[in-house]
């Protein structure tokens, strides 16, 4: 998504653009060759862009659905990633000064006439992936994507083995634990 910033009007200009899928996905299998999270539909960006005498302010979301791995069950399971955008674009002569190194992370500094937000914005929507995301949960603590039981001592309970000493509730007790570690320290 390149943009002419010289045609950015002072009164706002309004864009409502995907950016590419593929090049998304692509960047999301970078290092691992794997796919964890996969984008099935081009992510939509709704954006308004404000010239000003600093640069350009930036305001908006960018939204995709994807599919991804439930840190609960396992399964792929999909789901909407949305963004907030708010950044500002400054040439590097808007800059404070020439040698302005600072790294902030609501600045994009380009050169020329155009800016291009595609990497921004792909940015923006992989900080948004948790590793540990999982579906809503129900009142009751069950997913709404598997119905299991989400509830920390049914995971527990299911994790114990026949010959683990557990807790009335079924999961492994801290004490037990404990116990276990002293009598293994006294051997």
């Not at 979301?61 to 955008?85: F, W």
């Not at 119905?147 to 026949?162: F, M, Y």
Request: net charge negative; charged share 25%.
């Amino acid at each position: 998504m390149r943009i002419l910033v010289t045609t950015i009007p002072f009164t706002g200009m309004k864009i409502d653009a995907p950016i590419s899928l593929e090049a998304l996905n692509s960047r999301l299998r970078e290092g691992s060759g794997e796919e964890p999270v996969v984008f099935e539909e081009a992510p939509l960006a709704d954006l308004t862009l404000t010239r000003t005498h600093g640069g350009v302010m930036v305001k908006g979301v960018i939204s995709g659905s994807c599919r991804q791995g439930c840190a609960t069950c396992g399964d792929t399971v999909p789901h909407e990633i949305t963004a907030r955008i708010d950044w500002i674009l400054q040439t590097t002569s808007d800059r404070a000064a020439p040698d302005d190194e600072i790294d902030d992370p609501g600045v994009i500094v380009y050169e020329g006439e155009h800016v291009d937000l595609e990497e921004p914005l792909q940015e923006a929507l992989i900080l948004q992936i948790s590793p540990f995301w999982h579906p809503p949960r129900d009142a009751y603590e069950r997913c709404l994507h598997c119905t299991r039981d989400c509830s920390e001592r049914l995971w527990r309970s299911q994790e114990a083995g026949p010959n683990t000493p557990s807790s009335p509730e079924g999961g492994v007790s801290l004490a037990n634990l404990l116990q276990g570690a002293v009598n293994k320290k006294k051997r």
